[in-house]
């Protein structure tokens, strides 16, 4: 199954910030930077991870943003299934109209139930135990950061 971009892009800004030290606050620019994304793209991310408040923000001149407490101990499956915006698996609707199928269709609770294995199977992926050294030590050095910090 794949993820949508906005779901992408929200799951690895949270593995930056899951791999600096507790507190230490990056620029929305530098996690851009780090993950290869658009800033346009990464703000949004930001937002919607805030409003779920798995990220904290201190605005100002020094500001930024880290993992919150809650973000940390998150898993990726609780976090998909937020970030999911389709209603329907199978794209039953179209301009069109309702797939002439659509009553008493087994493929679309069918697909309901693979999205939501897809998910119960990512439950017990911890997003603060995704992270590991040797796979941050070059994003910290593209975004100005030491290793180890």
Sequence with gaps: MKIN?????????LMVLAAVPDGTLLTTQSIADSVGTPYNHVSKAM?????????EVVRGR???????????????GQILRQLDSRTDPADCVSPAG????????????ALARAREAFYAEL????????????????VFQMIGLRAGL
């Design 123 to 138: 439950d017990s992926v911890v997003i603060g135990d995704l992270p590991q050294a040797r796979q941050m030590a070059p």
């Design 62 to 76: 020094s500001g930024g943003s880290r993992l919150s407490h809650a973000g940390r101990i998150a898993t990726v």
């Design 98 to 109: 309702n797939c002439p199928l659509i009553n008493e269709c087994r493929l679309r609770g």
């Design 5 to 13: 971009a906005f779901a992408d892009v929200s799951l690895r800004a």
């Design 47 to 55: 937002a919607k991870l805030r409003s779920m408040g798995l990220i």
